[in-house]
């Protein structure tokens, strides 16, 4: 049996649980150039991390969500944007990550 969580807060990013354990998944749109003209391409999942409870999948959302941003000028800068997202999901689900 398989548990998915799913928000609007984590997308692109959910979790899963299934008998092995916590999955972090992330939605993938393929783009333009690798699709035919016939087919824009099927939206796939993607593992990206086995955390081991469910407070780390969220921390792990928090971290990919940070590191999608781009690059960052000073580490003062990537620790505001991890902290926000950190803040955002946390806030809204009202759990210690």
Partial sequence: MTTTVKDTVLEPFYCSRDNHGWTVFEMVQPQEQYT????????????????????????????????SKGDYNSIESYINTFTKEHKSI?????VGI
Avoid: M, V
């Fill in 90 to 94: 946390s806030e809204k689900f009202k």
């Fill in 36 to 67: 035919t003209e016939d087919s824009t391409g099927d939206a796939y999942k993607k593992a990206i991390s086995h955390p081991s409870n469910f407070g780390s999948c969220l921390r792990a959302i928090a971290e990919l969500k940070t590191n």
